[in-house]
């Protein structure tokens, strides 16, 4: 037996090998910042510190908002404890087209498509949102749209009309 045999191994994970989330310590995520509460990517909009009890940690109580779907989550967590804080990014695309089951063809800075997005919804926010750039993308004009990402869930979060298009 060579040792060929013993060593054949096979990796099905095909991941980029960026972690979703990163450690943070509760005391110094502020307002405005992003932390998962029961495994949702959330915007803090409030933190309120208490002082130390007589047996323990000062905690922290945020308040926060899901980026995704706008519920309102809440978590106490001990402030010298981590927490886990999303990898939150925003990515500028053109709109290309829009399909009849609101599917958005979008085309990246190195000129590759992107047609895995559809049309915000769920919110009335979001549904102001896809019906505004639905009619700017019917009249012609040329949109940028801002695509949130965040634990390997995307979303089209704002659009604008670029000046100078035809």
């Known amino acids: 037996m060579s040792d060929d045999e013993h060593h054949d191994v096979?990796?099905?994970?095909?991941?980029?090998?960026?972690?979703?989330t990163f450690p943070m310590q509760a005391g110094s995520i502020r307002k405005n910042g992003y932390i998962v509460i029961?495994?949702?990517?959330?915007?803090?909009?409030?933190?309120?510190?208490s002082k130390t009890g007589k047996h323990g940690h000062a905690k922290c109580n945020f308040t926060a908002l899901d980026i995704f779907t706008n519920k309102k989550m809440e978590d106490l967590q001990p402030s010298s404890h981590n927490c886990e804080v999303p990898n939150v990014s925003r990515?500028?695309?053109?709109?290309?087209?829009?399909?009849d089951d609101g599917f958005c063809?979008?085309?990246?800075?190195?000129?590759?498509?992107k047609d895995d997005l559809s049309l915000p919804k769920g919110t009335d926010e979001l549904d102001k949102l896809a019906e505004q750039i639905q009619a700017d993308f019917d009249e012609g004009k040329e949109v940028v749209v801002s695509v949130l990402a965040a634990m390997g869930e995307e979303m089209i979060c704002s659009a604008k009309c670029v000046a100078g298009a035809s």
């Open 10 to 20: 096979h990796f099905e994970s095909t991941d980029s090998g960026a972690s979703k």
């Open 105 to 113: 063809s979008l085309m990246t800075e190195s000129g590759d498509t």
């Open 38 to 49: 029961k495994g949702r990517p959330c915007k803090v909009v409030d933190v309120s510190t």
């Open 91 to 99: 990515t500028d695309y053109t709109l290309i087209d829009i399909s």
